[in-house]
């Protein structure tokens, strides 16, 4: 084997490679998905195989907002002083005019952000981060509904906030070695992951129901060290993700959705995926209407695991006096966080709403929680200090700001409705293999 280097990524938002939004490049495997969810800053993470290279993530920060806002670019360089005043006089002349129901008219008259022109200006499910810290900052801190302006290298930005979704991704600085295998590594993986195929063949061909074969096979893959993990593919605009080749999504594709295809079915060969083998079950097909047994059994399973994880992290809380005592018969740290009621978000534990509904259901200043089951963990909360929102004079800029809101997501909500009424299924990606015609 022959490193040929290092890199090291900083400040960049990364998502599980399950995600059909995240940016190529910017993933981590989604059978670390729980671990990076669950990770606090400055945790470290790895080493861990991805697509061939071996890599060392650390948390440094966690985005806790899916943002989608829309902008008119007023293009002029910061260094140029002319180009500035001339941008600011035409921001000044025309933000006054400008509201959520005209806005799509001054993106067409005056943005000069070729990117997103066609969009209306906007930009969707985007996080901090990933763009310039002042077009970051104004979609994050200002109120949904609000146009305003912020000044960046490129230009004057005129903005409008228009939605923000909760999410639990981590920020990461990576550390990445790529490993390039000799001829003999190439050649003993060949043959390694041949017999492998060739046993798997021989022994699941001695089982009677597809369910069983799948366990075999995933009893088989375990004993000879190898991960096996479910992959998700919808009917309807089959997508597929963390495969780095289309010959292998073709040929995923082609065994799932083959005429007479069942549970148990396997490849006839293995998959090549540029640096990596697969080897390809079916271990699913999940009709419309109420699940089978089958359909649940994983999510049966993990859920059991995780009710006896959470029930024994939970008897090793009971008995604890402080909050010190307890970090200390865990071995863990005491994480000061700021919680409201609108934003079911924990800073380091992302997105817990059961959690925050708990903490303001009557607990005083001073006072701790009993153990609380979260969806990444297990919370015992100390409230410091509680601060009263400010009463309102009356609450027309809420209900602008929500109005706002609902207006700029009624095209997309009413689309989507008439998709699913018409049952429109996408077949294009099969059509693509002559799968389905």
Known sequence: MTSNGSQVRTMATFKSDKDEKAREGMTYPSYLDSSFKSAQVGDVIGPYLDNGNTRIAKVLDVNSNSLTARHILIAAQKEDEAAVAKAKKVVDSILPLINTNNFEEYVVKFSEDPGSKATGGKYEDFMDYEMVPEF??????????????????????????IERKPINAPVLALIQKTLTPSQNTIDDKDKEVYDMLFELDEKLAKKESGMSKVQLFDTIASRAGKFSRAVTIMDDAPKLYGFTSKFAEDKLLALAFKEGAAVGDMVSSPIKDKNRYII??????????????????????????????????????????????????????????????????????????????????????????????????????????????PAAANYMVEKDQLLASLKGGAQNQAKRALVKEAEVVDNRRLFEINIRR
């Not at 979609?139 to 230009?155: L, M, R, S």
């Open 136 to 161: 970051s900052k104004f979609a994050t801190d200002e109120p949904i509904g609000k146009i305003g302006y912020v000044q960046t290298n490129f230009g004057f930005h005129i903005m409008e906030n």
């Open 280 to 389: 390809a079950i079916v271990s699913a097909i999940k009709q419309k209407g109420s699940p089978t047994f089958e359909d649940m059994a994983d999510v049966i399973k993990r859920d059991y695991i995780e009710d006896q994880k959470a029930k024994r992290i939970t008897a090793k809380m009971v008995g604890a006096k402080s909050l010190k005592d307890l970090s200390t018969k865990l071995n863990l740290g005491i994480q000061k966080a700021e919680v409201t009621f609108a934003n079911p978000q924990i800073t380091g534990g992302g997105y817990e709403p059961e959690v925050i509904g708990a903490l303001f259901s009557g607990l005083k200043d001073g006072q701790r929680s009993l153990p609380l089951r979260g969806k990444s963990g297990i919370y015992v909360v100390q409230i410091e200090q509680t601060t009263k929102a």
